[in-house]
């Protein structure tokens, strides 16, 4: 009975753990396709993001890394970080730029190019990579040449290794031109390597097709029916990646320039000026990816000087008037790009014009009034006071008057009798000098 059981035990046994084996076997034969997705401008943020994708594809033996791509460009350091990425990684990487109606423009065409595998959706387009200035700035010409010229060598290279159309690319840098998923793959040779719908067919027409690293070495991709796992931006990259939108950076300028003006005012407010200082700081973030203009904030800042002189220098309106006439013109030229994206719309300029103007005028009006207002304490609070003497008053000689709530010895230069209504004209320590005035009316006395 023993032996009976003891068998039928290791029976149960055997056969749990050839099922487990044979469980672990499948799951490692199953391809493991990890996804990314770049929505917006190329800067060190989306650089971080990818490179972290990459890391997190290599680790896990993964078939494929699969970059879906939608941006307008960005900054050409970036872009370079994410090709080297790109380069360097283990596991093959595809961009695909989709869905329909998106497109991969500047720096996303070289990351395109830069791909072991390149792909475009029905309805996209690619190119326009030709180098502007970091800072929106036009350059001179020589410089201008430099900077084409040195995007140009950079992407025929990696036309060069991915066996691509180098004209074609070269082309799309010096003379910004752009390419539709039918031209692209039409090309002889090709810009991409295939159209798909979306990233399930880009898998399927991948499984048991043969590429070419960059460095040469032939891998064939196994996707077919592979476990899809999306990497997401931390909490702290979406945020980051966030800031570099062209109206957030801007409404950031705008509260941070606000909220030093207020602390300026109010010293001591604390709340005012530490959050403005971190508006700005995050703008200055936003900047260093942006294309601003120099002139843009200057106009900006000029605008609000304005604004703060009409309340202390009368000219009938015409410095509020040109105060925000330069906001205006500031805001306009914020960002100087011709993408879309990358520009301030009109929509949120005017409202947010406006409304600062509006906020300095109300705010400088309530510090002048405080300072015009009078003052209520130590001397100057004594001057026009009205009291009530309590004792006659004769010319060089001191009595009692009641005033401020308080009993004070005074002096006046004339006749005053006990009961009458005096005005405090002047002080002097702790005398007072007053003079008749029955026309007054007691406050405190």
């Known amino acids: 009975m023993r032996a009976s059981i003891a068998f039928v035990i290791s029976s149960v046994a055997l056969m749990a753990a050839s099922l487990a084996t044979g469980l672990d076997a499948r799951q490692e034969s199953v391809p493991i396709a990890y996804l990314a997705e770049i929505d917006g401008i190329i800067h060190p943020v989306a650089a971080e993001y990818v490179r972290g994708a990459i890391q997190r594809a290599d680790a896990a033996g993964a078939a494929i890394l699969i970059i879906t791509l939608r941006t307008p460009g960005g900054l050409v350091d970036s872009t370079r970080d994410i090709n080297s990425a790109i380069i360097a990684a283990k596991t093959p990487v595809a961009v695909f730029v ?27 387009h690619i190119g326009a990579a030709h180098p502007v200035s970091g800072d929106g700035q036009k350059v001179d010409e020589v410089m201008a040449k430099k900077m084409t010229s040195d995007v140009a060598g950079y992407a025929r290279t990696l036309a060069t290794h991915r066996h691509r159309n180098v004209a074609l690319v070269e082309q799309a840098v010096t003379e910004s ?18 159209v798909a719908t979306d990233v399930q067919d880009l898998l399927h027409k991948l499984d048991g097709r043969a590429i070419t690293r960059f460095d040469g070495s032939t891998v064939t991709l196994h996707t077919g029916g592979a476990t899809t796992r999306r990497v997401d931006m931390s909490w702290s990259q979406r945020t980051l990646s966030a800031l570099a939108h062209p109206q957030i950076a801007y409404l950031l300028l705008m509260l941070g320039t606000l ?5 300026l005012w109010s010293p001591g407010a604390i709340l005012p000026g530490v959050a403005g200082g971190i ?57 100087d790009s011709p993408l879309p994206e990358l520009q301030v719309g009109w929509r949120l300029i005017v409202p947010v014009t406006l409304s600062l103007s509006g906020i300095v005028l109300f705010l400088v009006q309530l ?49 005053i009798n006990a009961g009458e209504l005096v005005r405090v004209v002047a002080v002097k320590g702790l005398l007072l000098t007053v003079r008749r005035d029955p026309a007054a009316r007691m406050g405190r006395a």
Do not use: N
């Not at 869905?99 to 959706?121: H, K, Y």
């Not at 031109?177 to 295939?194: H, S």
């Open 367 to 415: 510090a002048v009034k405080a300072q015009r207002s009078r003052a209520v304490t130590g001397d100057s609070g004594m001057l026009d006071e009205v009291g009530r003497a309590l004792t006659p008053i004769t010319p060089g000689s001191v009595g009692r008057i009641q005033t401020h709530g308080e009993i004070w010895t005074a002096t006046a230069v004339e006749s």
């Open 279 to 335: 508006c700005l700081l995050l703008a200055f973030f936003a900047f260093q990816v942006l294309p601003v203009s120099s002139a843009g904030i200057l106009l900006i800042l000029f605008g609000i000087v304005l604004l703060i002189l009409e309340v202390k220098v009368t000219s009938f309106g015409l410095l509020a008037v040109g105060g925000i006439i330069s906001l205006f013109l500031g805001s306009m030229m914020l960002v």
């Open 177 to 194: 031109r752009t390419y539709t998923e039918e031209e692209a793959l039409a090309a002889k040779p090709p810009l991409i390597d295939l």
């Open 259 to 263: 909220g030093l003006t207020v602390e």
């Open 98 to 124: 989709g869905p329909s109606g998106s497109r991969a423009a500047s720096a996303g065409f070289l990351i395109t190019m830069a791909a072991d595998v390149s792909s475009m959706a029905p309805g996209t």
